[in-house]
């Protein structure tokens, strides 16, 4: 009798394979990637079957990943060998099976069983054709799932040594750096997992998407009008009725072919509120997801315009754009390519004002161009970086230049125009300008109408800006990431629109870098002009605390908050910055350092003088080292910042490398990973322990309170708690106004209270003037560049490229350095750009000076941005003449 031979692979059914079934993200972003093979090197975690393993590295910043399951248990469950996650979509099995409305289809418990179930899908040709992949996605996969590869899955195991407090080996450890996450998220299963039940990632995505915002009826009970945005030539009134006839007698379905939306009126408000309840961010028609609105007032249906405060983009009639792939192969949209607009290219104030002067172009040829770039690209695009704009009053304003114009040029006399004569501009949307809703990016504030404009903005109309419309922000500036509000919603990144142009003057740096304004700007808490300066690959400033007014601007934290330019170049930083600067009677900060008999900081008339002859050689530049040593930071990001210490050394510049912040009075030197203890956003080290100088939430309250109980003319929302109650804001805004509603009031006579004490806090809660830890990190901070004799400090904006639409970051840090220093210590900061990314997007280089010596850093980072010229146009945007794209720059 013939004996089977013991353990033989052929008969006993193990698995041997030449490939294996990974998905995008487990592969790497480098295809040539070296495997190791090993035939039956494991046995499967499901099976239990010994199968051929499959080991990589996915990246030099990367961990080794290796197969975990064997390909017939894959594709039982068309998902991925080594992360489990289904290969169509990228989401958990749980996810993925609720949204198909698929139950857990275990394998049987025993082995046998497994093997008789694969056995039986195998002769059936099952695995071969996955069950889960349908015509037509629900709408929940459509708004879960990932689209492109999240490599970031793939970093470095984190470190046990570091975790234990024993890791000796810094930045030359291969492992992260950082505390691993705690709660459900650690307790995950494989069988769980890849069965579909108990993944508590799972349950939190689908949490996260049942908590996704409801439209709340309006109050009038006679509105029974919804409003649907974003339609398109596609989309038909019949289409639409298709959609909601389902939930009630329609009395009209009226779609706006010019504006790209439509409004549909049902008989009933009963009708009206069911399909608001089934339809709220779920309606999808022909594959495109649409925006859908309650309108806020009966008149509005009557006369069938948009809810106030709902941009529509501006009049669409006329020429047809092109599409995004059209522009990327280098044709222009026909309503761009005529003589009549000017060659506007990377245009810079004073090029701007040479042209004019020589008669190339008139002021309201150059507002009206920039007009027309933003109805043909900003929203056809879907850009979405300019919410409104007041055409009226831009083209009456540029009337006016011309006819100053036309009367210099006649007399030869240029000096008579202002200095920022003709200077088309854009405002992030919580500065109040008269004529145009200051909404801070939320629905709470849609009808929010100012009665006089911000200080700042009569400033540069006086030195002849002409405002013409807002920017797109995120929601009351709370988001450093991404710039999303509930008015209008996600502002993408030029350099590639499937990322985000960081936040939250990300529609302001969005639209400078697209070149639908030749200037805009933003205000900075902690990052929001430096970040997205950097991710949109533009020049942005924040200047000292006190040295620009902030009154009339809906504040975030007035005790950090500063108001700062967007520009393409550092000379027109500059030069709006001498005509922003100065004493504004209504900031507490401006008073304290510029008030007075004698003013201890008396701000220049014009910055751009630093900049003439302003050269690297011989200065001394302080490298932050520790910023770009941090865990996690982008390999690409290190080596850009590398080639920016190099340019400035070919330039001669001295580098001052590892320069530190020196030994407080309380503690320890600064650190930027607070000695292996995470990312010092804002700490400062206090009798030995790292304080968090941002714990306190109390002064969004109070500067919110300030705000509307002063400036907003509609008297709907007097204060945070009311906006609060009224719930019409973005979910995400929700913790963070809870968080400081709840915060107690400071006293600064009685700080710190016991009770404070107690919990840990040590600093204040308010300028840094009041706060001892503040005053010290200004203190100690001067005293160290005084020391080492540095000019400025040099470190990356951000350790980690854009974001992409729609992902988050996990933990605290998401590679933004800008809330660091700057915020706590008041010291002016300008993010420069210094190259872009095998995807094209952009990285900035972060410049420091001591507070109030706005002249220097503008001087160094002139230079700097004159050796590098790392300003680079994203390519979706070209100025277009004739139909052709211009190869070169005007002024």
């Given at each position: 009798?013939?004996?089977?031979?013991?353990?033989?692979?052929?008969?006993?059914?193990?698995?041997?394979?030449?490939?294996?079934?990974?998905?995008?993200?487990?592969?790497?972003?480098?295809?040539?990637?070296?495997?190791?093979?090993?035939?039956?090197?494991?046995?499967?975690?499901?099976?239990?079957?010994?199968?051929?393993?499959?080991?990589?590295?996915?990246?030099?910043?990367?961990?080794?990943?290796?197969?975990?399951?064997?390909?017939?248990?894959?594709?039982?469950?068309?998902?991925?060998?080594?992360?489990?996650?289904?290969?169509?979509?990228?989401?958990?099995?749980?996810?993925?099976?609720?949204?198909?409305?698929?139950?857990?289809?275990?394998?049987?418990?025993?082995?046998?069983?497994?093997?008789?179930?694969?056995?039986?899908?195998?002769?059936?040709?099952?695995?071969?054709?996955?069950?889960?992949?349908?015509?037509?996605?629900?709408?929940?996969?459509?708004?879960?799932?990932?689209?492109?590869?999240?490599?970031?899955?793939?970093?470095?195991?984190?470190?046990?040594?570091?975790?234990?407090?024993?890791?000796?080996?810094?930045?030359?450890?291969?492992?992260?750096?950082?505390?691993?996450?705690?709660?459900?998220?650690?307790?995950?299963?494989?069988?769980?997992?890849?069965?579909?039940?108990?993944?508590?990632?799972?349950?939190?995505?689908?949490?996260?998407?049942?908590?996704?915002?409801?439209?709340?009826?309006?109050?009038?009970?006679?509105?029974?009008?919804?409003?649907?945005?974003?339609?398109?030539?596609?989309?038909?009134?019949?289409?639409?009725?298709?959609?909601?006839?389902?939930?009630?007698?329609?009395?009209?379905?009226?779609?706006?072919?010019?504006?790209?939306?439509?409004?549909?009126?049902?008989?009933?408000?009963?009708?009206?509120?069911?399909?608001?309840?089934?339809?709220?961010?779920?309606?999808?028609?022909?594959?495109?997801?649409?925006?859908?609105?309650?309108?806020?007032?009966?008149?509005?249906?009557?006369?069938?315009?948009?809810?106030?405060?709902?941009?529509?983009?501006?009049?669409?009639?006329?020429?047809?754009?092109?599409t995004v792939s059209q522009l990327e192969r280098g044709m222009c949209p026909p309503a761009l390519g005529s003589t009549a607009h000017p060659p506007v290219l990377?245009?810079?104030?004073?090029?701007?004002?040479?042209?004019?002067?020589?008669?190339?172009?008139?002021?309201?040829?150059?507002?009206?161009?920039?007009?027309?770039?933003?109805?043909?690209?900003?929203?056809?695009?879907?850009?979405?970086?300019?919410?409104?704009?007041?055409?009226?009053?831009?083209?009456?304003?540029?009337?006016?230049?011309?006819?100053?114009?036309?009367?210099?040029?006649?007399?030869?006399?240029?000096?008579?125009?202002?200095?920022?004569?003709?200077?088309?501009?854009?405002?992030?949307?919580?500065?109040?300008?008269?004529?145009?809703?200051?909404?801070?990016?939320?629905?709470?504030?849609?009808?929010?109408?100012?009665?006089?404009?911000?200080?700042?903005?009569?400033?540069?109309?006086?030195?002849?800006?002409?405002?013409?419309?807002?920017?797109?922000?995120?929601?009351?500036?709370?988001?450093?990431?991404?710039?999303?509000?509930?008015?209008?919603?996600?502002?993408?990144?030029?350099?590639?629109?499937?990322?985000?142009?960081?936040?939250?003057?990300?529609?302001?740096?969005?639209?400078?870098?697209?070149?639908?304004?030749?200037?805009?700007?933003?205000?900075?808490?902690?990052?929001?002009?430096?970040?997205?300066?950097?991710?949109?690959?533009?020049?942005?400033?924040?200047?000292?605390?006190?040295?620009?007014?902030?009154?009339?601007?809906?504040?975030?934290?007035?005790?950090?908050?500063?108001?700062?330019?967007?520009?393409?170049?550092?000379?027109?930083?500059?030069?709006?910055?001498?005509?922003?600067?100065?004493?504004?009677?209504?900031?507490?900060?401006?008073?304290?350092?510029?008030?007075?008999?004698?003013?201890?900081?008396?701000?220049?008339?014009?910055?751009?003088?630093?900049?003439?002859?302003?050269?690297?050689?011989?200065?001394?530049?302080?490298?932050?080292?520790?910023?770009?040593?941090?865990?996690?930071?982008?390999?690409?990001?290190?080596?850009?910042?590398?080639?920016?210490?190099?340019?400035?050394?070919?330039?001669?510049?001295?580098?001052?490398?590892?320069?530190?912040?020196?030994?407080?009075?309380?503690?320890?030197?600064?650190?930027?990973?607070?000695?292996?203890?995470?990312?010092?956003?804002?700490?400062?080290?206090?009798?030995?322990?790292?304080?968090?100088?941002?714990?306190?939430?109390?002064?969004?309250?109070?500067?919110?309170?300030?705000?509307?109980?002063?400036?907003?003319?509609?008297?709907?929302?007097?204060?945070?708690?009311?906006?609060?109650?009224?719930?019409?804001?973005?979910?995400?805004?929700?913790?963070?106004?809870?968080?400081?509603?709840?915060?107690?009031?400071?006293?600064?006579?009685?700080?710190?209270?016991?009770?404070?004490?107690?919990?840990?806090?040590?600093?204040?809660?308010?300028?840094?003037?009041?706060?001892?830890?503040?005053?010290?990190?200004?203190?100690?901070?001067?005293?160290?560049?005084?020391?080492?004799?540095?000019?400025?400090?040099?470190?990356?904006?951000?350790?980690?490229?854009?974001?992409?639409?729609?992902?988050?970051?996990?933990?605290?840090?998401?590679?933004?350095?800008?809330?660091?220093?700057?915020?706590?210590?008041?010291?002016?900061?300008?993010?420069?750009?210094?190259?872009?990314?095998?995807?094209?997007?952009?990285?900035?280089?972060?410049?420091?000076?001591?507070?109030?010596?706005?002249?220097?850093?503008?001087?160094?980072?002139?230079?700097?941005?004159?050796?590098?010229?790392?300003?680079?146009?994203?390519?979706?945007?070209?100025?277009?003449?004739?139909?052709?794209?211009?190869?070169?720059?005007?002024?």
């Amino acid at each position: 009798m013939a004996h089977r031979l013991l353990q033989d692979p052929e008969a006993d059914g193990w698995e041997r394979k030449d490939f294996p079934i990974i998905c995008e993200t487990c592969l790497g972003p480098n295809p040539y990637v070296r495997m190791q093979r090993m035939d039956y090197g494991s046995t499967c975690h499901i099976s239990g079957r010994p199968y051929t393993v499959f080991r990589w590295r996915p990246g030099n910043d990367a961990r080794y990943k290796k197969t975990i399951i064997c390909q017939e248990v894959a594709k039982a469950k068309n998902v991925c060998q080594c992360c489990l996650l289904d290969l169509d979509y990228n989401l958990p099995v749980q996810v993925r099976d609720e949204a198909l409305g698929m139950q857990a289809d275990q394998l049987p418990a025993s082995d046998a069983g497994k093997e008789y179930a694969l056995q039986r899908m195998s002769d059936a040709g099952e695995l071969d054709h996955s069950k889960f992949d349908t015509p037509t996605a629900p709408e929940l996969l459509v708004k879960l799932q990932r689209t492109t590869p999240y490599y970031k899955r793939n970093q470095a195991k984190i470190c046990s040594f570091f975790v234990k407090g024993m890791c000796k080996r810094g930045a030359e450890c291969p492992y992260r750096h950082e505390m691993p996450i705690e709660g459900p998220l650690s307790k995950q299963n494989i069988k769980d997992r890849y069965y579909g039940v108990n993944d508590p990632v799972a349950e939190k995505m689908l949490g996260r998407a049942a908590e996704m915002q409801k439209l709340t009826p309006p109050e009038d009970t006679s509105i029974a009008t919804l409003f649907v945005g974003g339609l398109g030539s596609e989309h038909s009134e019949a289409d639409l009725r298709d959609i909601f006839y389902t939930h009630g007698e329609l009395k009209s379905v009226k779609k706006l072919e010019s504006k790209g939306v439509a409004f549909v009126t049902f008989t009933t408000r009963q009708g009206a509120e069911a399909a608001a309840e089934a339809l709220s961010n779920r309606l999808i028609i022909k594959g495109q997801s649409l925006a859908l609105a309650l309108l806020l007032h009966a008149a509005a249906a009557q006369t069938q315009m948009p809810p106030s405060g709902i941009l529509y983009p501006p009049d669409s009639t006329g020429p047809a754009v092109v599409t995004v792939s059209q522009l990327e192969r280098g044709m222009c949209p026909p309503a761009l390519g005529s003589t009549a607009h000017p060659p506007v290219l990377e245009l810079s104030i004073a090029g701007a004002r040479i042209a004019m002067l020589a008669g190339r172009f008139t002021c309201t040829q150059l507002v009206q161009t920039y007009l027309d770039r933003i109805r043909v690209y900003d929203a056809p695009l879907g850009l979405n970086s300019v919410r409104a704009v007041d055409v009226e009053q831009a083209l009456a304003a540029a009337a006016t230049a011309d006819a100053q114009l036309a009367a210099a040029i006649a007399q030869g006399n240029d000096s008579s125009l202002a200095p920022l004569f003709c200077t088309p501009m854009l405002l992030k949307d919580n500065f109040d300008v008269v004529g145009l809703a200051t909404t801070a990016g939320s629905v709470a504030l849609a009808e929010n109408y100012p009665r006089t404009d911000a200080w700042v903005v009569r400033r540069l109309k006086a030195a002849g800006a002409i405002v013409f419309g807002k920017a797109n922000m995120g929601e009351f500036a709370l988001f450093p990431s991404f710039t999303l509000g509930s008015l209008a919603g996600f502002t993408r990144n030029p350099y590639h629109l499937h990322h985000s142009p960081a936040g939250s003057s990300g529609g302001s740096a969005a639209a400078v870098s697209a070149n639908l304004a030749l200037a805009a700007l933003g205000t900075d808490t902690g990052n929001s002009v430096r970040g997205p300066a950097s991710h949109a690959g533009v020049v942005g400033l924040r200047p000292s605390i006190g040295l620009v007014g902030r009154s009339g601007v809906v504040p975030l934290r007035l005790d950090r908050d500063a108001v700062g330019p967007l520009t393409r170049t550092v000379a027109d930083a500059a030069a709006l910055l001498g005509a922003m600067a100065g004493l504004d009677p209504g900031d507490e900060a401006s008073v304290h350092e510029l008030g007075g008999p004698a003013p201890a900081h008396a701000p220049p008339a014009d910055y751009t003088r630093f900049l003439r002859g302003a050269s690297l050689a011989g200065s001394r530049i302080g490298v932050l080292r520790s910023i770009l040593d941090l865990p996690g930071t982008d390999v690409q990001i290190r080596a850009m910042f590398n080639g920016a210490l190099y340019t400035m050394q070919a330039a001669g510049a001295m580098l001052v490398d590892n320069f530190t912040i020196a030994n407080n009075s309380l503690g320890e030197p600064w650190s930027a990973n607070r000695d292996g203890q995470g990312p010092a956003l804002g700490h400062w080290n206090v009798d030995g322990e790292w304080s968090d100088l941002w714990a306190c939430n109390s002064p969004f309250r109070s500067g919110m309170d300030g705000y509307l109980a002063s400036r907003n003319a509609s008297n709907v929302v007097r204060s945070l708690s009311a906006l609060y109650a009224g719930g019409d804001y973005h979910p995400l805004s929700r913790d963070s106004i809870l968080a400081s509603l709840q915060a107690p009031e400071p006293d600064p006579a009685a700080f710190p209270t016991t009770a404070q004490r107690l919990a840990g806090q040590r600093c204040g809660c308010s300028y840094w003037w009041d706060d001892p830890c503040r005053t010290e990190f200004r203190k100690r901070l001067i005293e160290s560049m005084d020391d080492a004799d540095v000019d400025v400090l040099a470190y990356p904006t951000w350790n980690s490229p854009p974001l992409k639409i729609g992902d988050s970051f996990t933990g605290y840090y998401d590679g933004n350095n800008s809330p660091m220093i700057s915020p706590q210590t008041g010291s002016p900061s300008i993010s420069v750009p210094m190259g872009l990314n095998t995807l094209g997007l952009p990285a900035g280089i972060t410049f420091l000076a001591r507070p109030f010596d706005e002249g220097t850093l503008l001087a160094m980072a002139h230079a700097y941005e004159q050796a590098s010229q790392l300003r680079a146009p994203p390519m979706l945007f070209p100025d277009c003449t004739g139909g052709s794209v211009l190869s070169q720059t005007a002024g």
